[in-house]
């Protein structure tokens, strides 16, 4: 009977040391994730809200908290050669140095009456309209290309004989024939000769007399316009 008592005392701490650690311990419980706000008794806790990065088309003052770049055209060589060669073809090119100088200085100078500014303005706004969005000057509130002919204009009233030509086409493209043959009828005045006349056979008298009116308002203007509208040295 001894033996029996021995023995079962024995297998009772055989039992207590050999038993699993783990078994005895109570699992923590697993932290709650970062992002997730707590929540009011009886309310389940709102999801977090992951962050919507901005959009890839919009322009990188629109993503900035410092707003908008001011970069130079020299960022944009590619833009200017074509600049360049556009220019050169259409006859109405300028000096070098202001296919490179900032949006804000040709705009100081457009409004001395710098044709050579006006001309870059023109050429820039019209056809490089986006390129120009984060350029120091710039307004959002305004159609580039109107604009940019809205600066050719004003090359046109202020002498320069190439530009009557070059609004013509860009309005008759447009499909803005009215516009284009006021233009044209201004060149013609200003004593331009065109080799290839422009076809208004869709325009009815009544278009056709709004175009001379509005001919006879540019030549106007361009007889009356300040002396520093004239085509600066180079």
Known sequence: MKN???????????????????QSSVPAAPAAPISTAAAPAGKAAAPAVPLVPASPDSPSWARSPFGRAAPLAESR??????????MKEGGYYTPEAYFTLPLKELQKRAKAGDIYALLQLGQ??????????????????????FVGKRH??????GGHGQMPAV??????????????????LFGEQLGEHYPKPLDISKLNNQEQNLAKQQASLLFGRFMSRAPVGGIPSQ
């Not at 008592?5 to 650690?21: D, R």
């Open 152 to 157: 050719f204009a004003d090359a046109a009233v």
């Open 124 to 145: 820039q706004y019209y056809y490089e309209g986006p390129a120009l969005l984060e350029e120091d000057g710039y307004k959002l509130d305004e159609d580039p290309r």
């Open 77 to 86: 060589p590619r833009a200017i050669e074509r600049r360049k060669e556009r």
């Open 167 to 184: 609004l013509t086409q860009l309005y008759a493209a447009e499909g803005d024939m009215v516009n284009a043959y006021a233009w044209r």
């Open 4 to 22: 029996i008592f021995v023995l079962a005392a024995m297998a009772a701490a055989l039992l207590y040391f050999a038993w699993p650690a783990e």
